[in-house]
């Protein structure tokens, strides 16, 4: 088995959108409904090592009943956007740390981990591709979906022999419908996203299924999101469903939860993060429990909460409520400090301000 990356070559897609339709598709695409021409495929087996790099049409898939996948669950995957620049280019935004925790879940998952340059690769090939898609309107972009899961026909519970990985791609708007308004969580009294030990800091589909329930109980009381809270004392604030959090106090000074393996490293966590310290703000990586967000709301010490991911970029937090209380935070709408990352952060993203962090990579 070589250690060689495999060469790419490129299908075109020969039913590929017109350029009216795709136009139509992408002036308000909404959230990952609206699917590019190709798709990038890479496979794997424990004899070849990774094979078979394509870009190509994008298609159903055949699977056998018994793929591992489908039993087993071994799957990870990722989440990045491509930018429509300012001057007609794109770029992306530190695709390397998306790479990096790719190998991560798939060591967590017992799975192959994908070169790092392999990855980013089939990122590039697949926006090049079709890098008509990627929207211009003010909060849109292209959003990637790399993701890998065992393809060997077998039952039987060990790590698969054979992987399939694939990057997918959609037009998107803002994830959130009505801008920067805040919304409300859910801090579910029943359900745990993640344990020690657990898949808590591993991109798995698994993590996102077990979270359904307890969103659903968020809806059932009128709220747009749920918090979980830690395994052990079910008092501490962890992340939410899809996202990380973070709290900003009076005196300017931010915290979020540390990661300590059952918090998911958002790459956006991370980001947000540097800036704030860039802008001298004092940024702690603390456990805080649920009494401490309660008192400091009501007392006024907490001015603001956000939530944030790739997805929903940054989120504005409201208001809080459980089975037996509810409350606001600050003014219950976007926060000042809240609104100058999201701003900083999308500036840079989007190739309206300069990078000093070198996070960008300029596709074309």
């Not at 002036?27 to 190709?38: E, I, K, M, N, S």
């Not at 004899?47 to 591992?68: C, E, F, H, N, V």
């Amino acid at each position: 088995m070589g250690d060689t990356p495999p060469q790419f070559t490129f299908e075109p897609n020969a039913n590929a959108v017109s350029a009216a339709e795709r136009a139509g598709l992408i002036a308000d695409p909404g959230f990952g409904r609206v699917f590019t021409d190709h798709m990038a495929v890479v496979r794997y087996s424990d004899a070849k090592g990774w094979y078979d790099a394509r870009i190509t049409a994008r298609a159903p898939l055949q699977m056998d009943p018994a793929s591992s996948v489908l039993h087993y669950a071994q799957e990870i995957f990722e989440g990045l956007k491509a930018y429509r620049l300012p001057d007609g280019g794109a770029q992306l935004f530190r695709p390397e740390a998306n790479a990096r925790r790719f190998r991560h879940s798939a060591r967590r998952l017992a799975m192959p981990e994908m070169p790092e340059s392999l990855f980013i690769e089939s990122i590039e090939r697949l926006v090049e591709a079709d890098r008509a898609w990627i929207p211009q309107a003010d909060g849109a972009a292209l959003y990637l979906r790399p993701f890998m899961i065992a393809s060997e026909v077998f039952l039987g519970v060990k790590p698969s022999s054979d992987y399939l990985y694939m990057v997918i791609a959609s037009a998107v708007g803002a994830y959130f419908k009505g801008g920067a308004k805040a919304i409300s969580l859910w801090a579910t009294p029943t359900y745990s996203r993640a344990g020690p030990g657990g898949t808590g800091d591993a991109k798995c589909g698994g993590n996102y299924a077990s979270s359904l329930i307890a969103q659903a109980e968020a809806t059932r009381n009128g709220c747009d999101q749920v918090v979980f809270l830690d395994t052990k004392e079910h008092r501490w604030v962890e992340e939410l469903g899809g996202m990380n959090i973070f709290f900003v106090f009076e005196d300017g000074s931010l915290l979020t939860p540390p990661l300590g393996g059952t918090i998911l490293p958002g790459i956006t966590r991370d980001s947000l993060v540097a800036l704030a310290r860039a802008e001298g703000l004092t940024v702690r990586e603390e456990l805080y429990g649920i009494d401490q967000w309660r008192a400091d709301a009501e007392s006024g010490r907490l001015r603001e909460c956000f939530a944030c991911g790739t997805a929903a970029v940054v989120t504005p937090i409201g208001q809080l409520k459980g089975p037996d209380f509810g409350f606001v935070i600050g003014n219950g709408g976007p926060g000042m400090v809240t609104g100058k990352l999201h701003d900083a952060l999308v500036s840079i993203q989007r190739g309206t301000a300069p990078d000093p962090h070198g996070w960008s990579r300029r596709l074309f």
